[in-house]
């Protein structure tokens, strides 16, 4: 489960990462905040919780997502942390996943292909870009109903990434891949596109592009209206009433 | 909570409101199913602002309707970039245009006595519900761009989800407010349908397409009738 759901931001007995380091948390939080926190910790910060306002300042802003989890898997959780809050760390199965570092050209390539769905992922799942921006991305850029993850790779780190993409924790690519999850190879590759976008450290450009093309469609559609307009047959009133017009 | 009523709840509420009293309207009360055309009372405006409208909202329609359809072959056309652009800007360019139609409408009944005079209650809440969810349709469409892609592995499963009457509320949980602004404000159209002149979509004139053509000639003989008036007169 921790590997699963938690790892990709959270170690054991290796420091803080995205979020902050799980030893010893059963023994500063009480189990009820703990809970609370972990299925709805957006509404506990909200609430002017200051553990929780503390936590928020120290990780510069990033919120957790909230976690939806059944109560014996949460209890299956807390008793992990627990026993490793006893040993003082734990080793996480998925820290072995491949560094970015080791990709080939054409798994960034294939890691491109994937995020703008020129090739299809294996288990039918949306094409990244559906929702997500990186610069350089298709023709006018990627979806911006989430976030831009052109800094995604130095954000989360290497093994962090891959483990958001193999267990997409967050909250609607939850919904959406909860059954079509990423191949390994899929999420290496897509690791490596990742990190290959982020080597050049500007932020991707804001343009209007796509609404500029968008008004040059509507007065299009105007103009085919308008030509309608010309042969189209009157009221003989009208004219009638113009001529008698002084 | 709330979402639960308005994504789960509501939309069924709607779907039996909108069959009840559709069917009960025309059975009981045939004649109101009309669009209730002002073409007579003014013509010029009416042009500028229904033709752009139409086109834009039935283009839309049918946008919405196929992606639901089909999800995946869509999926598969916006496979490419440059096909998932033109969609896209077609789709964007469609909005604006039912959104200047509609905009024209607005003040067309505003600025014409004799529209005011004919416009009831159901009209104005219809403008209002109408301009909103283009207007919201547009923002989405704008600020969460590449909703004809998103559509298909969010929005689709949801509708999905509640034609085997089991509403998966998740899958929208986390969404946007706007996106669900215009996911409620869908299903606030098609519970206000019945009650408007919306109603006309139901009994659109298709055949008129293809039916045979017909010449009207009139054979009354048009100068005896003046002669029977000028009688009648004195």
């Known amino acids: ?246 | 909570m709330i979402e639960n009523i308005v994504f789960g709840a509501f939309p069924y509420v709607v779907v039996v409101l909108f069959l009840f009293v559709t069917i009960q309207r025309y059975r009981a009360r045939g004649f109101t199913v009309t669009s209730l055309s002002s073409q007579f009372l003014e013509s010029r405006a009416l042009y500028w602002g229904s033709l752009p409208f139409h086109i834009g909202i039935i283009l839309l329609f049918f946008g919405h309707f196929i992606g639901f359809l089909i999800p995946r072959e869509v999926m598969a056309w916006n496979a490419s970039p440059l096909r998932l652009v033109v969609l896209e800007v077609t789709a964007l360019a469609a909005g604006l245009l039912a959104l200047v139609g509609l905009v024209l409408l607005i003040l067309r009944r505003l600025t014409h006595a004799r529209l005011r005079a004919v416009t009831s209650n159901a009209d104005t809440l219809l403008y209002a519900v109408l301009l909103a969810q283009i207007a919201t349709g547009l923002y989405v469409a704008l600020v969460h761009r590449w909703g004809s892609s998103w559509y298909t592995a969010v929005a689709v499963p949801y509708l999905k989800s509640l034609f085997v009457l089991e509403p998966n509320v998740k899958l929208l949980a986390d969404l946007p407010l706007m996106v669900k602004v215009h996911i409620a404000g869908a299903w606030v159209l098609f519970a206000i349908f019945p009650f408007t002149r919306l109603m006309h979509i139901l009994v659109a004139p298709v055949p008129y397409l293809w039916r045979q053509t017909q010449v009207v000639i009139w054979n009354r003989d048009r100068r005896k009738l003046r002669r029977v008036a000028a009688n009648e007169k004195t």
């Open chain 1, 1 to 246: 489960m921790f590997g699963k759901k938690c790892s990709s931001c959270h170690s054991l007995g290796e420091g803080d990462r995205t979020g902050p380091d799980l030893v010893g948390v059963t023994k500063r939080r009480d189990t009820a905040w703990i809970k609370k926190f972990v299925r709805t910790p957006g509404a506990v910060i909200d609430s002017g919780d200051a553990a929780a306002k503390e936590m928020l300042d120290k990780f510069k802003g990033v919120r957790m997502p909230d976690q939806d989890l059944k109560d014996d898997e949460l209890d299956a959780i807390l008793a992990y942390l627990a026993d490793c809050t006893a040993k003082g760390m734990c080793k996480i199965a998925t820290g072995k996943a491949k560094h970015a570092n080791e990709a080939t050209p054409a798994e960034v390539a294939f890691g491109r292909a994937l995020f703008e769905g020129s090739k299809r992922l294996t288990n039918g799942g949306p094409a990244c870009i559906s929702c997500h921006n990186v610069r350089g991305a298709g023709i006018l850029g990627g979806g911006t109903l989430s976030k831009d993850l052109t800094h995604a790779y130095p954000r989360i780190g290497d093994p962090g990434l891959s483990s958001a993409l193999e267990s997409t924790p967050y909250p609607v690519m939850n919904q959406v891949f909860a059954k079509r999850a990423l191949t390994s190879a899929e999420a290496f590759a897509l690791k490596a596109y990742l990190a290959d976008v982020s080597k050049d450290g500007t932020s991707p450009t804001a343009d209007h592009n796509f609404l500029y093309l968008g008004i040059i469609g509507l007065f299009v559609a105007l103009g085919a209206i308008g030509v309608g307009a010309a042969g189209r047959l009157r009221g003989v009133r009208q004219s009638i009433v113009k001529r008698g017009a002084p």
